[in-house]
């Protein structure tokens, strides 16, 4: 078969993955499609821990024999037995003939693995097809395995002219209701939303999955002085998904003074007047968390940018003009334009009456 | 004829008539368009002052006899005797049967009265088709006729975080270069581009048309104190466009002790540091401006808004993250959200690297 039709059918098979998006946490998500003489006879995708793996689907899908055809999967075939099966031993099994995958599994039980048991039974394996496209699928998992530390999103809504609130720290109702669903829907994919002490106290948020279906993500409120009260909502909840990340000496003294139950407490290493951010990455590498959103404020998201921990940034911008207020990256600077951080890539969106950046900077 | 068949037409009347965009200063743009029998027999616009009307252009150009056709035209055909003689007397004489109009002609000389002599003449006329996209190819020339003031953009080149430069001043290239052509384009439409004091000390600006074709525009420089030496391209260019807006007394020292020739003065009032912008547009409007193109800097960007001046903002957004820098509004300030200056439209487009915000403020 040649190398459109493999495109094709592999982008068949990223459309049905991407059906999967926030709902197979710890899982990547994983779409496979089914192909016998030019006419695709099974799909699946991975719909969630313990569920059927997207080839498994597939396979169980299939309207004929799937003997002699050609499986296109956007994920390297596992072959360990976690809560599943090795899927590698199904597809030998099936008399499957051919495996085209988009990208390998850089978990380390698998990472070519995979592709070397299918190999050595006799199966023609093809790989790297639309790996980008495929490897944009689970962002997070990749980049938990292969640098062991989160993928970071940091994302800031902000006027026109780069406020996050006036003078006098009015910022309700600055994004529109399209973009605080497309922010819900980041919560959705993430496995954990940061903020500052400052934005627990300045807007008491919730931080739930609200305006699109999926589960809500864990919560960690960064302050190295836990000097807020239990009166907030991320301090009332009892869902056992709000972390707070400090110092071992002002936990100790926050656990003392405050009757909040059912939080979960990182103690860190200090950084000036914060929490050090790489141990912060550290600390939500060994918690199996692939995805970090952090929603604000201005002062983590200097330190984010200024200690390049960022790989992604979203800035919905509302087509206000606010002028003297507080500024999206306060405490961030360069020299000039030269030393400036570059995206790598980067497209702007419409959505609703604001205009979405999505950048990804260079590493 | 119907509606819909009408709006065709005239859509391929606004077309040619953005041919003229730029070069018909001061008059308005226009286009027109023939039809006969369904079938388009002439079509015209107008190419600059002296030349002919795009009606008569039409009528000249038409490939048959225009007895009993329906001209469509974007302006109101004009009934005076000006450079060229009047355009419905041409008309009544071809014995076109019908004509419809986008737009009347603000113009107190025509305004109605053309649509008038054409109807007394026998002719059936409609106007108000695609009227307000007729207006917007002449939106300098509909304000100031009906304003009594020139109509005025604001346009500012900033970071995405609403910075204009970094915090040493840096600002060389911000932009793309589509960017600097589309302000080109900004540039040619305009009447006059004005800047502020600073603004010329610190860019050396020429301000002239480069990467379009097209005449440059006039340039104000707007300064309460004029204390700049003559050095700067602007005072040094023996073109007669370059116009200083400064206090009598101000002025009267700057001719005294400098060099510069072929320097037109506007003696206007104070206001605070800087001069009074409502005087300047008056000023401007008695010049016969239509359109006033506003370059900069931040402070002069903050006193228009505060004085809710400006009729449409272009704001070249280039995805870059300076930081601590200067503000694109530096000098304005809302209160809370609910006070700020909203836009009846707006756009977003992507042009280069950048993006650029095209707004009209609520009047």
Aim: glycine fraction near 8%.
């Amino acid at each position: 078969m040649g190398f459109e039709a493999d495109k094709n059918y592999m982008m068949q098979a990223i459309k049905l993955a991407k059906k999967g998006i926030g709902r197979t946490k710890p899982n990547p998500t994983v779409g496979a499609v089914l192909v016998k003489q030019n006419k695709v006879i099974g799909q699946g995708y991975h719909k969630g821990p313990g569920k059927d793996h997207a080839e498994i689907a597939a396979i169980k899908n299939a309207t004929q024999s799937v003997t002699n055809s050609t499986l296109y999967v956007t994920l390297e075939p596992c072959c360990h037995s976690g809560r599943t099966g090795p899927c590698t031993d199904e597809i030998i099994k099936s008399k499957i003939k051919r495996v085209v995958i988009a990208s390998k599994d850089p978990f380390s039980l698998v990472n070519g693995k995979g592709v070397r048991i299918l190999r050595k039974a006799g199966i023609e394996v093809t790989t790297n097809i639309l790996h980008k496209e495929a490897q944009m699928l689970n962002e997070g998992y990749f980049v938990f395995h292969k640098e062991k530390r989160p993928f970071v999103t940091l994302k800031l809504a902000q006027s026109l002219d780069g406020k996050i609130a006036t003078v006098e720290g009015d910022s309700k109702y600055l994004s529109s209701k399209e973009s605080l669903k497309f922010v819900h829907q980041l919560r959705m994919q993430s496995d954990a939303v940061v903020i500052g002490g400052n934005t627990l106290r300045t807007d008491n948020p919730q931080l739930t999955v609200r305006m699109v279906k999926g589960e809500n993500p864990y919560r960690i409120v960064l302050s190295k002085r836990l000097d807020f009260s239990d009166k907030y909502a991320l301090i009332r909840n009892k869902d056992n998904k709000t972390i707070i990340a400090s110092t071992d000496r002002a936990i100790k003294r926050f656990i003392k003074s405050k009757r909040s139950s059912n939080i979960i407490y990182w103690s860190l290493k200090p950084h000036g007047n914060s929490i050090d951010l790489n141990d912060l990455l550290s600390k939500a590498y060994e918690f199996e968390f692939h995805s970090l959103l952090f929603e604000g404020g201005a002062e983590l998201a200097s330190s984010l940018l200024r200690e390049k921990l960022v790989d992604r940034l979203i800035l919905v911008i509302t087509p206000y003009i606010i002028g003297k207020g507080i500024d999206s990256f306060v405490d961030y600077e360069i020299k000039n334009l030269q030393s400036k951080l570059s995206f790598s890539s980067y497209e702007f969106k419409e959505v609703g009456k604001d205009i979405v950046l999505e950048g990804y900077f260079k590493k």
